[in-house]
């Protein structure tokens, strides 16, 4: 699910950040939970490769119907949620929802 089946044989210090990123967010979904939750998932990556750990989140998210939390400082990622929550000093300063979502591909960074 987070295209990495050619890696498969791989160390880990054989692998790109991202790859790494995404073979953290394949242990997490290996056991199918209802929650993932995400924290900065594409800090310490370049764009590009972040719009592939975003994603490989997204698909697990329709693919397996997980509730996905991303907790981010990067604002265009929210473009890809249907509720951003914003917090202020600890406490949720705003809520919204949205029906319409952008994909990794077509975020503005």
Known sequence: MVGLYERR???PSQLSGGEQQRVAIARAIGKRPDVLLCDEPTGALDVKTGAVVLEAIARINRELGTLTAVITHNAAIAAMSHRV????????????????????SELVW
Do not use: W
Request: no cysteine; glycine share 4%.
């Open 9 to 11: 044989n791989h160390y």
């Open 85 to 104: 929550a914003q917090l202020s000093d600890g406490r949720i300063a705003s809520i919204q929802s949205k029906t319409v979502r952008k994909s990794a």
